[in-house]
C-alpha cells in the first residue's frame, strides 16, 4: 500500500502553474455524479474505470469516493514528517484512511487533504486498498 504521501502525491498531483494545490483529484470543480461516487448516490462501490473524468493529473482513478483507502502510514498529526515514526509497521497502531467513500455524506470528506482514521482490524464496505509499487 502506499504511504499517506504517496497516496496524496497521486491523488493531487503536481502544483497547478499558479502553484495552489488541487482541492479534488480532478481540479477544483465540485464533486458531481460524473467524476465520482459518494453520498450513496449508487448505494454500493463502483467498477474502477467508472468515472474517467474524475481522473488525477497521473490518470489515477477513484481517488475520490467509492471506498476510503487505507494506507501504510500510522496517523500522526500533520505536518507530514516522514521520520517522525508514522511509517513504522508496528503494532496495532491506528492508521489513515484516505479518499472518501460512496457513504461519505458531503463532498468535504472526498477532497485530497481530508483524512481519516482506523485500527487496521477494522472491516467495512466503505473501507478498501489500492496497491502501490
Known sequence: MPSEAEWEKAARGPATADGQARRYP??????????LNYARAEQDTTPVDHYPRGASPYGV????????????????PYPYLADDGRETHEGGAQRVLRGGSFASPTANFVRCAMRSLSYPTRRREHIGFRMAR
Request: net charge neutral; no cysteine; hydrophobic share 45%.
Open 61 to 76: 482513478l477513484n481517488m475520490a469516493g467509492n471506498v476510503w483507502e487505507w494506507v501504510n502510514s500510522v496517523y500522526a
Open 26 to 35: 480532478w481540479g477544483n470543480a465540485r464533486p458531481d455524479a460524473t467524476r
